[in-house]
């Protein structure tokens, strides 16, 4: 097995039920759960029995995201698999700043909170939302958004899947026009245009927050969204910087690659970076830890290799 990187899933993989098995198989996951109810009572109980609904709201989405993400990579540092470098997916990249360290466990969950109320609130400011373009060339995107304005492609997640911003009211447009363009436009069941200038408040409000947080330089490098690069130092304006910042994920996955990294382990709910790392990197080894039973499954493949 060669060098491995974790992957921390973002919002979007969300599901009832979540981490509630690896809570039940692993003290280290269970503590993550502990913590986040010690903060913010509930949370637990909305990942394992939360509705759909509920989920999807975001300043519940991404609290229990982030806990699932811990747990996942808590429960295999607890099982002797270590990573050589870790990366996340927009929410995820907290989780991955708690796991190296560069956050308590308290203050990484504490600002993930926050994180979720203000762009909870800068997305019903601005009634922004997202479209994923599909088929099309990250330049042909780019085009495509510049057409029907208000646009802005901000995740370019593998090749041929780039997804946009723009405005509520501008959604089934974009999707039409990239239709028109030869590819596939799908709206998409987010509460808001992430990762562009539509977040320009949620990023001024948790600068403030990052400014008196303690953090340190992470102890495992963090593979950073807005740059594809890891973080240099305590950078306390990358979270920041990064909700205005599109998310260059085929880029980290290729630096990665580039760097030595041959194994990738998505930690969290879904398999969307699974998805993303076959597309990218079809020769990579690819795992996952969502609960118990991939937990095993990844420890034994890992240990075994």
Not at 133 to 142: M, Q, S
Not at 282 to 288: D, S
Request: with cysteine; charged share 20%.
């Amino acid at each position: 097995m060669g060098k491995i990187a974790f992957l921390f899933s973002g919002q979007g993989s969300q599901y009832s039920g979540m981490g509630k098995s690896l809570r039940e198989a692993s003290p280290a996951a269970a503590a993550v759960f502990a913590c986040a109810d010690s903060i913010r009572p509930g949370t637990s109980s909305q990942c394992f029995e939360g509705t759909a609904e509920e989920l999807a709201v975001t300043i519940n989405t991404q609290p229990c995201l982030y806990c699932v993400d811990l747990a996942a990579a808590e429960a295999l540092r607890e099982a002797g698999v270590f990573p050589d470098a870790v990366a996340g997916f927009s929410l995820g990249e907290v989780a991955a700043l708690t796991f190296s360290d560069a956050f308590s466990p308290k203050d990484g969950f504490s600002l993930v909170v926050k994180r979720a109320e203000l762009m909870n609130a800068a997305s019903e400011a601005s009634q922004s939302g997202m479209v994923a373009l599909l088929k099309l060339t990250p330049e042909k995107a780019a085009e495509v958004c510049r057409e029907v304005g208000d646009s802005y492609p901000i995740n370019f997640n593998c090749p041929g899947q780039t997804v946009a911003a723009t405005l509520r009211v501008k959604k089934e447009a974009l999707a039409a026009a990239a239709k028109a363009a030869g590819g596939r436009g799908i709206p998409l069941a987010v509460s808001g245009g992430f990762h562009s200038p539509f977040m320009q408040s949620a990023a001024d409000g948790l600068r403030e927050v990052l400014q008196s947080l303690p953090m340190s330089a992470p102890a495992i490098p963090v593979y950073a969204n807005a740059t594809a690069s890891p973080y240099e130092g305590a950078d306390r304006e990358m979270p920041a910087r990064q909700l205005v910042s599109p998310v260059y994920w085929q880029k980290t996955l290729e630096r990665l690659w580039a760097d030595g990294f041959t194994a990738f382990v998505e930690v969290g709910a879904g398999k969307t970076l699974s998805g993303f790392v076959k597309k990218t990197l079809p020769e990579a080894f690819i795992a996952n830890v969502e609960d118990a039973q991939s937990l095993q499954k990844t420890i034994e493949a890992i240990k075994g290799g």
